[in-house]
């Protein structure tokens, strides 16, 4: 299994960036039944979670991006997004993308999200 991120890049604070996690040799079932997520690890801070999508379909969001943020999936893409809007200066981070399948965790490559002022 190998989860791919991409879509990071740089935007001015108010703007708004996609992020996609597409997880390749992930057979559907097991992919529908992972826990997704988000992280970021922002320059000298340790690495947070920022969005949480359960395999019931609950979300949990960090504090600091709630209304901002979106996770989704799509089963059949076997894809997991990250919506981010309103963009600010301290979102400015690699973000990670996981899937968390019982005792095994997978994490993407990471993609560079800057956010300028």
């Excluded at 997880?23 to 039944?33: D, E, K, P, R, V």
């Excluded at 996770?71 to 981070?93: C, F, G, H, W």
């Amino acid at each position: 299994v190998q989860l791919q991120a991409s879509g990071g890049g740089l935007v001015q604070a108010g703007g708004s960036l996609k992020l996609s996690c597409k997880a390749s040799g992930m057979i559907l079932s097991t992919f529908w039944s992972t826990r997704k997520a988000w992280y970021r690890q922002a320059p000298g801070k340790q690495r947070e979670s920022v969005a949480e999508l359960t395999s019931g379909d609950s979300t949990n969001y960090h504090d600091s991006v709630k209304g901002r943020f979106t996770i989704s999936r799509d089963n059949s893409k076997r894809t997991v997004y990250l919506q981010m809007n309103s963009l600010e200066p301290d979102d400015t981070a690699v973000y990670y993308c996981n899937l968390k399948a019982g005792s095994r965790d997978y994490w993407g490559q990471g993609t560079l999200v800057t956010v300028s002022s």
